[in-house]
């Protein structure tokens, strides 16, 4: 029997089958039945008649948003001075900003807790700006690296000839550079924001439980045995993830198609 290529994805599609689409159809099924296993939409009625469900969820999407720009205001200019090889010809500070992301999560989020509480940011009574100043700190190397990458495959001759055109350093970074890096831009956003949305451990320990995630919210209803309605809410959070996935995809596919012709 000759050997086919294609059989080297057998172990990948029996890992995704396994570890992927099974779980997904176990939450499928647990958020559209109750505790008896039978088909029910009360867990959907459940969640809208909450309005504690609605608000948390959307308290999620408020840090998710304020994480995600202060990562990338933060990141950005980051990201350009190492891409710069003027100014950073080795690969040593790129490293020293990506090898926190190394350290175990809930180690470097206990170790942000001690260092808030040594220099005076209490995490029980500045809960909120705590949280934020913890989440900028896990995620932005998940926005410095694909910037990074993004910036390093940038056409040079595009800056030169929007300076030689008569363009100031202003038009050149917003009508030229942004363009060239919305690629990357968008993947940043990406990878901050959904995780942001899902995440619990940051929150619960810089905020001392005072700030509530949609991520610590599916945990508690697990944690109470809860399956159904657990189940239920991490099929929301799949659905958003979903949504976000396709939405970056329609801007990465906007700008290989046209994003460079239109800066022009």
Request: aromatic residues 14%.
């Amino acid at each position: 029997m000759r050997f086919k290529r294609k059989y080297l994805s057998i172990p990948y599609i029996l890992f995704l089958i396994c570890f992927v689409v099974i779980p997904i159809l176990f939450i499928v099924y647990y958020a559209f039945t109750n505790k008896g296993g039978q088909f029910s939409f009360s867990n959907l009625v459940k969640f809208f008649q909450d309005s504690t469900n609605v608000n948390v969820l959307l308290i999620s999407f408020v840090y998710a948003i304020a994480n995600t720009l202060i990562c990338l205001v933060i990141g950005y200019p980051l990201a350009m001075l190492l891409a710069n090889k003027n100014i950073n010809k080795s690969y040593v500070l790129v490293m020293l900003f990506i090898m926190p992301s190394w350290i175990n999560f809930v180690i470097r989020t206990s170790a942000t807790r001690d260092v808030l509480n040594w220099i005076g940011l209490s995490t029980g009574e500045h809960s909120q700006l705590t949280t934020i100043i913890g989440l900028v700190y896990n995620y932005l190397p998940f926005v410095i690296l694909p910037l990074y990458t993004t910036m390093l495959k940038m056409d040079k001759n595009q800056i030169e000839a929007s300076k030689d055109l008569g363009a100031n350093s202003v038009q050149t970074f917003f009508k030229v550079i942004i363009p060239m890096t919305m690629p990357g831009i968008v993947s940043a956003a990406t990878m901050v924001f959904m995780p942001t949305l899902s995440s619990y451990v940051i929150s619960d320990i810089l905020s001392e439980y005072n700030v509530v995630l949609f991520g610590s919210y599916i945990d508690l209803y697990f944690n109470q045995a809860d399956w159904n309605f657990g189940s239920f809410m991490a099929l929301i959070m799949l659905l958003l993830i979903g949504v976000s996935v396709l939405i970056s995809r329609k801007f990465s596919n906007e700008d290989e198609t046209g994003g460079r012709a239109s800066i022009w």
